[in-house]
């Protein structure tokens, strides 16, 4: 009997007993146990989901372009395989292999009295270093919709130890002055471990 390259699915060879019924039966649990396997692999991947979304965060005066790394410290909403640890706001994904982040962020929408907050960012970052960042500008959402959500997302390898992603949240004012009475509102940050265990 012969099976195939990749994935060992049997076939008969020309020289084997007729038998299609016990064939077709080698090849069933062949293809069964295989997509078990998948399966068994996709469920067990590692996901966590840290957020903030008791309370608001208030920031007084924000410079016109400055980030801040934001706090995401309600805990988790999802951690399977206990994967990810929270260290103030850093997010250390406890597993080797490629992990992808998705950062969400929730801001009020403002009146457009000058210095307004025309543009929000938000950012993912990775040991220090910007992986994306991604905007959204006050000018383009109206003020009934009263929030909009900026997300932004990257990827790369984490060594499982001392690597960690954090979330920047940036603003620019319309015309460059400092802008006062900021609110953060929800924030999130999702990792997902790309890589097959």
């Not at 208030?58 to 999802?78: A, K, R």
């Not at 130890?161 to 009475?181: C, E, H, L, M, W």
């Amino acid at each position: 009997m012969g099976v195939t390259p990749s994935r060992n699915y049997p076939w008969p060879d020309p020289g084997d007993p007729a038998d299609v019924p016990q064939a077709l039966e080698d090849l069933a649990l062949a293809v069964d146990t295989d997509v078990q396997f998948q399966y068994d692999r996709i469920t067990t991947r590692s996901t966590a989901k840290a957020w903030r979304v008791s309370a608001p965060t208030f920031i007084e005066t924000w410079p016109s372009g400055f980030g801040f790394f934001v706090v995401i410290d309600d805990g988790f909403q999802i951690n399977t395989n206990a994967a990810v640890e929270l260290s103030g706001t850093r997010f250390y994904p406890r597993e080797e292999g490629f992990w992808l982040f998705n950062a969400s962020m929730s801001w009020p929408v403002v009146s457009l009295t000058s210095p307004y907050p025309q543009g929000r960012h938000v950012e993912v970052w990775a040991n220090g270093t910007i992986l994306l960042g991604r905007d959204s500008f006050n000018d383009d959402i109206p003020v009934t919709d009263v929030s909009a959500e900026t997300v932004a997302a990257g990827g790369r390898f984490m060594n499982g130890t001392t690597d960690y992603v954090q979330i920047v949240a940036r603003v620019f004012s319309d015309n460059g002055a400092d802008i006062p009475k900021v609110w953060l509102n929800t924030r999130a940050l999702t990792g997902i471990r790309m890589t097959p265990v």
